[in-house]
């Protein structure tokens, strides 16, 4: 779990709610004779409402109204609010005073961090993401664990820790024995024409269908994972290649989704394996190794098979060859004893949660994952398609990654071209491809990673809604407000705010959340969170917008609500920011 927070900790700035729970919290800490949540929410008749009276009476067997008025008479809320007022049968309504909103808000129009400070622990933490296989082609599973990783690593940056990117692709193991044996057969720059464009899967295939139907096949691909085991230099150059190949492939999709992965950040599986050897050995010292059905396997104790039959985690084949779990087990020894990791996050689909959960058990069985040191599984959901089976193409294969992010460039184009006729060219390019992958990244973000969710183009391209365009047309918008308004913004970020009426006081209080939105955002690695908080200051924005006039309004209320929205769009463009996704000035 996270430990970074709480918000008041992470920022400078008072976010109102948090604020007044902080407050009443040993109020109601009195009054229950123990830790009690004084419950305050956001509320339509007022600004806020602290409805933890009702379940402590409850509790306490006492009259709500009664405990409601002690806390009104404690006196604490005075510092935050110019009206506290005891409604129905105890709940308390607040009205938080001009002056606190304003002066937060002018801690935070002259910051770049907009009131977020960095953490006071800074952690190490390595993230591991992405981890495409070699000669096999990226799937949408890859598209989330990229996307996902890339926010969460952003995020973490911003907040002041050191953050080790980890790429674990899969570079290893029995397939490469007719992966090199058909790069051979196909000649190198036949296969690297291929893989070069994007064709991964096809080679993969149709070494699967030669290993399938011809002996001397098959006999010339075991020779040669042997050779690859036992380290032949010739056997290493073409394996080199194939991984060489795939990497210039990987690395085109990480430029066009704009991730900041790189040949630097590289962990594949292969790195471990001169390493393994060390893990065995740790382990058969360690006495929680056995030999099951001539494998060395190790029990971790609460995992079983349907049968109810303990679960073994396979360290060693007995064809003596390691496995996946040893390369995550080595993976842990490494992170912790070499990186220095206090945390790892392992951002990968949800059905390799019993295989981490096995791994991570057994680490920390050996010794090698202890308190404070922490593993994490970000587990994510799938992408499905309108019949709400694992999304494929038209031919039913698995959709290309890469397919999938042109055809999202193509879209944005044809809806900006709708939407503003006026742009030229290369902007209008340049804006279709920051919209496009933005709404595939924001539709894959938006969502509660673990759930599933619907891959819809026309539902992540609209301007309405949860979406990536909405968000960036509300920060396009904001900008052209200055344009017009012909006022330089850096000037203004001095000037008094006054917030007056209900759409300005809503707003002030949105942007002040901000913080402890990314605060609630880390507890759990959900992205989606930000994204919800993005949603709701957009739309608190446009109600601001419609119901109070900006560059007509006579000074100083006018530049206090050019102040709201340079606030607006910054809160907007920072927050676009950590999750990946850029926002045009104009669109
Ligand atoms: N290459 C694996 C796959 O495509 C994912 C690896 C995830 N990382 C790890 N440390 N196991 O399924």
Request: hydrophobic share 45%; with cysteine; charged share 25%.
């Amino acid at each position: 779990m996270w430990n970074g927070g709480p918000a008041a900790r992470l920022c400078d700035v008072a976010d109102p709610l948090a604020t007044v729970t902080e407050l009443l919290a040993p109020v109601f800490a009195g009054l229950a004779g123990d830790e009690a949540d004084p419950v305050v929410r956001p509320s339509d008749r007022a600004d806020a409402q602290v409805n933890g009276a009702l379940p402590l009476a409850k509790e306490l067997g006492t009259n709500p109204r009664e405990l409601a008025e002690q806390v009104v008479d404690s006196g604490v809320l005075q510092a935050v609010c110019s009206e506290v007022e005891i409604a129905g049968p105890g709940f308390v309504n607040l009205t938080f005073s001009s002056e606190f909103l304003a002066a937060e808000l002018g801690k935070v129009a002259v910051d770049d961090r907009l009131g977020l400070v960095e953490a006071g622990t800074a952690k190490t933490v390595v993230v591991d993401y992405s981890a495409p296989n070699v000669a096999k082609e990226m799937h949408v599973g890859h598209l989330r664990s990229t996307v996902i990783g890339d926010a969460l690593v952003r995020m973490l940056e911003f907040l002041g820790h050191r953050v080790i990117r980890e790429n674990h692709i899969g570079d290893w193991g029995r397939p490469f024995g007719m992966l090199i044996e058909h790069l051979l057969d196909l000649g190198e720059d036949v296969a690297a024409e291929g893989i070069g464009q994007g064709d991964l899967d096809g080679f993969y295939k149709q070494a699967n269908e030669k290993f399938r139907d011809s002996e001397e096949f098959q006999q010339r691909a075991r020779e040669r994972v042997v050779l690859l085991q036992s380290g032949d230099d010739d056997t290493l150059a073409l394996w080199q290649r194939l991984v060489d190949m795939s990497n210039a492939y990987f690395n085109t999709v990480y430029r066009k989704l704009g991730v900041l992965l790189d040949d630097g950040d590289l962990a594949a599986e292969s790195r471990y394996q001169p390493m393994m050897p060390e893990t065995l050995a740790r382990l058969e010292a360690s006495g929680l190794m056995e030999r099951s059905d001539g494998a060395m396997v190790v029990f971790p104790p609460g995992f079983t098979n349907r049968d109810n039959d303990p679960l073994p985690l396979i360290i060693q084949a007995s064809t003596g060859g390691f496995n996946y779990a040893t390369s995550d087990l080595t993976c842990v020894i490494d992170r912790v004893e070499r990186l220095g990791a206090d945390l790892m996050l392992y951002v990968i689909g949800a059905p390799q949660a019993q295989h981490l959960q096995m791994v991570f058990k057994v680490a920390s069985m050996a010794g090698w994952l202890q308190p404070p040191a922490e593993a994490v599984h970000v587990a994510f959901g799938n992408v499905l398609g309108d019949d709400r089976k694992m999304l494929r193409s038209r031919s039913g294969e698995a959709v290309k990654l890469v397919d999938l992010l042109d055809e999202a460039v193509d879209r944005a184009a044809a809806a900006i071209a709708e939407k503003n006729p006026d742009l030229d060219g290369e902007a209008r390019a340049e804006v279709a491809r920051i919209v496009g992958i933005g709404a595939v990244k924001y539709a894959d973000l938006s969502t509660d990673r673990i759930k599933d969710y619907v891959f819809d183009w026309n539902r992540m391209l609209s301007f309405d809604g949860n979406t990536a365009p909405y968000l960036q047309y509300a920060h396009a918008r904001i900008c052209s407000i200055f344009r017009r308004a012909e006022v330089d913004r850096t000037d203004l970020r001095r000037a008094e705010i006054v917030v007056g009426e209900p759409q300005e006081r809503q707003l002030a209080q949105r942007l002040l959340a901000f913080p402890t939105a990314l605060d609630d955002t880390m507890a759990t690695y959900s992205p989606h969170k930000l994204c919800t908080y993005l949603f709701d200051l957009a739309q608190d924005f446009t109600s601001f917008y419609e119901h109070c006039p900006v560059v007509k309004a006579a000074e100083p209320v006018r530049s206090s609500r050019l102040e709201l929205c340079d606030l607006t769009a910054r809160t907007l463009d920072r927050g676009l920011g950590l999750l990946g996704i850029d926002a045009p000035q104009a669109m």
